[in-house]
């Protein structure tokens, strides 16, 4: 069991910086692909970035990609995203979820733990 909790959103003007951390306890933290996910009102829960248990391996979503970066500290038990760019289309509430197998995956079907979400909103 890995419990997840989520940090650090707000209120921001577009063109500004955010940065998202996900905190975990419970079971070893380095053994999971973390993935951030984001659920804009009325719209499906879509892939943000997930980052591999080692650290080494990162993928994002094109609508982020070159703005939104994410990082491990396995130290701390905790993931980061920080944000930069941001968008009014960014504006979303954001998840981090805990994948206990290597292979890492853009599906949130296939990520077993969920942190509450934290609110993000960027206005224009």
């Known amino acids: 069991q890995v419990q997840l909790v989520e940090s650090g959103g707000g209120l921001v003007q577009a063109g500004g910086s955010l940065r998202l951390s996900c905190a975990a306890s419970g079971r070893t933290f380095s053994n999971y692909v973390i993935g951030w996910f984001r659920q804009a009102p009325g719209k499906e829960r879509e892939f943000v970035a997930y980052?591999?248990?080692?650290?080494?391996?990162?993928y994002y979503a094109d609508s982020v990609k070159g703005r939104f970066t994410i990082s491990r500290d396995n130290a701390k038990n905790t993931v980061y995203l920080q944000m930069n760019s941001l968008k009014p289309e960014d504006t979303a509430v954001y998840y981090c979820?805990?994948?206990?197998?290597?292979?890492?995956?853009?599906?949130?079907?296939?990520?077993?733990?969920w942190g509450q979400g934290t609110q993000v909103t960027v206005s224009s």
């Open positions: 980052i591999r248990k080692s650290g080494g391996s990162t």
């Open positions: 979820a805990a994948r206990p197998l290597l292979i890492p995956s853009t599906t949130p079907s296939e990520y077993d733990y």
